[in-house]
């Protein structure tokens, strides 16, 4: 056997990847629906939405179906991309680098929006501040990882765009 067909394989450190790529959606998905449910019963939608309420704040019903809508999109490509890794699509370490990078750019943005909607809101909360702090680690854990690693280099070929072209002219030579 050589090099290449040992490293290549869903193995090694692209285990951890995996199980993150697989509870990525679902971890979204708990905390969406719960931030939903929360919103609903407690009454802080009516009482925020409302043009007759004391607590109402304008743009804030916008703001919150501005990040279900990002939150459904994020999940529909994280599902996409758990996809791409489990089928060892050559499109996986890109995706995953560019939905990293949308994840962790996505946390001072929201921070940013909240203060503009509620301006008594600390810019960095602590959630938010802790937050931020996990996405930047493992962006600058798994990024690099991606780009490197030759694990993911032979792993993540499959569907390439002129594969088929590049193997027949091998076989000619």
Known sequence: M???EDLNGLRGWLILVGIGV???PINSLVIGVEMC???IESGSWEAMTSVNSK?????????VIGEIIFNVLMVLVSIYIAYLFFTKHFLFPKLFIIFS???LMAIPL?????TKVLPDVEFFR????DEFIRAFMYCSI???YMLVSKRVKVTFLEKIPNKEMQSTTECAS
């Not at 607590?55 to 703001?63: A, C, D, H, K, N």
């Open 2 to 4: 050589n090099n290449n």
């Open 22 to 24: 697989v509870l990525s």
């Open 37 to 39: 449910f929360q919103l």
């Open 55 to 63: 607590s109402f704040t304008p743009y804030w019903g916008e703001l």
């Open 101 to 103: 990078v949308i994840s």
């Open 110 to 114: 929201d921070a940013w929006l909240i």
């Open 126 to 129: 602590t959630e938010a501040t």
């Open 142 to 144: 798994w990024i690099p």
